[in-house]
């Protein structure tokens, strides 16, 4: 199937009920959204919503908060109702009785989308998210209209690091579930020098982009913050999907870059086709997993519409 051909797929499916121009995208003012909290049977969501349409849910990567998705909120919000929350245990969502895990995580999508009225809806996940969205689609197929992937962690095959990088982060991680590690931890991350320290240390283990964003983060890291983090990593590094006796029919669409450092383009693509049967496939080119930057509204309408 030819690039162009799949671009024109992908356009046309989600754009069924409005087509706006690339020229009114271009100006359009970003859609309003608000934020409130909802109490779920597992843990209070601090949630985004924007945008009038069928039910999107996006479910964040590592460390998300609210601040940094505002512009994909409002971009995919002109074609969607979107809703983003904080994972249980960041920002503003509390934490889980339980420890935390991805099918809590997915358990309380359902939950949400219960709260909301929404039979069916889509499913949108970007790195770490690749792996909730998965979980979700997994516990939820049959109410999930089509799942949207970017740059998705969904096999820890695809990780690009060393064997030794990946040995060293599994000893991290596990230094992580000591409370006495963790105590020396927090007050080392008291000093911007130490928080530096592990931005470097993570930048060479996991090719972790974006070291001003992640120091910032680290500055007010919590403990529940803290538990769902070590839970990450030790995911991110063993988890793989099994591939299913039949492929499913619902529409798969999966965007990224072919030269991402943190994640293998080919293999992550060979493991969403051995799980759909439709995978709307749109390439992109950049050096980088995360934008060096937060997006803006604007840079999305002009750059990432397709």
């Not at 979980?135 to 030794?164: D, G, H, M, Q, Y």
Request: overall charge neutral; hydrophobic content about 40%; some cysteine.
């Amino acid at each position: 199937m030819s690039q162009s051909f799949e671009t024109a797929q992908i356009i046309n499916e989600f754009l069924e009920e409005s087509n706006p121009t690339m020229e009114e995208l271009r100006h359009a003012l970003p859609p309003a959204h608000k934020t409130y909290l909802v109490n779920l049977p597992l843990c209070t969501l601090h949630v985004m919503e924007a945008g009038d349409g069928p039910p999107l849910i996006i479910v964040p990567a590592t460390i998300s908060e609210l601040e940094n998705w505002y512009a994909l909120v409002q971009f995919m919000a002109q074609w969607f109702r979107v809703y983003f929350f904080e994972l249980p245990g960041h920002g503003l969502s509390t934490p889980f009785a339980k420890p935390f895990s991805s099918d809590l995580v997915a358990e309380t999508v359902g939950h949400f989308a219960d709260s909301i009225g929404a039979q069916r809806f889509s499913l949108m996940g970007f790195s770490f998210g690749g792996i909730l969205a998965m979980k979700t689609f997994k516990l939820l197929e049959p109410r999930v209209e089509r799942i949207i992937l970017n740059a998705p962690c969904v096999t820890n095959r695809a990780l690009t690091t060393s064997p030794s990088n990946k040995r060293t982060a599994a000893l991290f991680v596990r230094l992580l579930k000591s409370n006495g590690f963790r105590f020396v931890l927090f007050g080392a991350l008291k000093r911007r020098s130490n928080r530096l320290l592990l931005v470097r240390f993570f930048q060479w283990v996991a090719k972790a982009e974006n070291p001003e964003i992640l120091e910032k983060k680290l500055s007010r890291i919590s403990h529940s913050m803290m538990d769902v983090i070590s839970y990450e990593l030790g995911e991110i590094l063993t988890l793989s999907f099994a591939h299913p006796m039949e492929k499913h029919s619902t529409p798969c669409y999966f965007a990224m870059s072919i030269h991402d450092p943190l994640l293998d383009f080919q293999t992550t693509h060979a493991e969403l086709q051995s799980h759909f049967e439709r995978v709307h496939l749109t390439r992109l080119y950049f050096p980088y997993h995360q934008a060096p930057k937060p997006l803006t509204f604007e840079q999305l309408n002009r750059d990432f519409r397709e």
